[in-house]
């Protein structure tokens, strides 16, 4: 069973287009992230969920939407790709302790994006 | 505000070295300390964590000691094999913050 899993795993696109990555965890966890990894394999936190509520929102793009139908749900939608989008783009989840996460967090595979 | 540093890679050992990833940190209260690893391809795992002071994380062979008053959590195996060969990840979270700072990582080879 896969704890965070995340679709595509691979999705090349052309400038311009719209897609979406799509993030599910089955470990029951209330608190759910995007990172975006560069090719140096920098971690940059983008957003963070508590209970479908936004709690973390760092300066990204605003063509960048997160989504949170449900608490082991959360997407991320891109509007009009640049080149520059291109990197790998990780789901992660955690349980929180009370109102603050705390913990452990668990990553999906990951989403390799590349834009044309 | 927090954040950590951990030294720059790669790292290129011979299969049975002895390994150590530098990690120091800065953050205000008492942090939770943790090192991930990411093999080629993969999400990152957790490899270990401690929580407070003079506590010791291990696993797979691993150790790391959260030392505060050098503000370190150094990582060390007596033996690294080649499927040791990642991307490892100095991080903390702190109490009363939502995120988890991340190290920039750093590379490890190990050669047969």
């Known amino acids: 069973d896969t704890a965070v899993s995340q679709t595509p795993k691979y999705l090349v696109t052309q400038m311009g287009n719209d897609k979406s990555i799509k993030c599910e965890q089955n470990l029951g966890h209330d608190t759910m992230y995007w990172y975006k990894q560069d090719s140096k394999k920098f971690l940059k936190i983008m957003f963070s969920y508590n209970n479908k509520e936004l709690i973390i929102n760092e300066t990204v793009p605003n063509r960048f939407s997160p989504k949170s139908p449900d608490k082991a749900h959360l997407n991320l939608h891109i509007n009009s790709l640049e080149l520059g989008d291109s990197a790998v783009y990780f789901c992660a989840s955690s349980l929180s302790g009370g109102a603050i996460p705390t913990g452990t967090q668990y990553f999906g595979p990951g989403t390799r994006l590349l834009v044309l | 505000g927090d954040s950590v540093t951990q030294m720059e890679g790669p790292v290129t050992l011979s299969e049975e070295a002895f390994l150590t990833i530098n990690c120091t940190y800065t953050?205000?209260?008492?942090?939770?300390l943790f090192w991930y690893v990411q093999y080629p391809g993969e999400g990152l795992q957790l490899l270990l964590k401690?929580?407070?002071?003079?506590d010791k994380g291990s696993n797979k062979g691993f150790e790391a000691t959260y030392r505060k008053e050098t503000t370190s959590f150094h990582l060390e195996k007596g033996s690294v094999q080649v499927s040791d060969s990642a991307v490892y990840f100095c991080a903390l979270r702190n109490t009363g913050g939502f995120k988890t700072i991340f190290g920039a990582g750093t590379r490890l080879f190990v050669k047969a």
């Open positions: 401690a929580t407070k002071a003079d």
């Open positions: 953050a205000t209260g008492y942090p939770s």
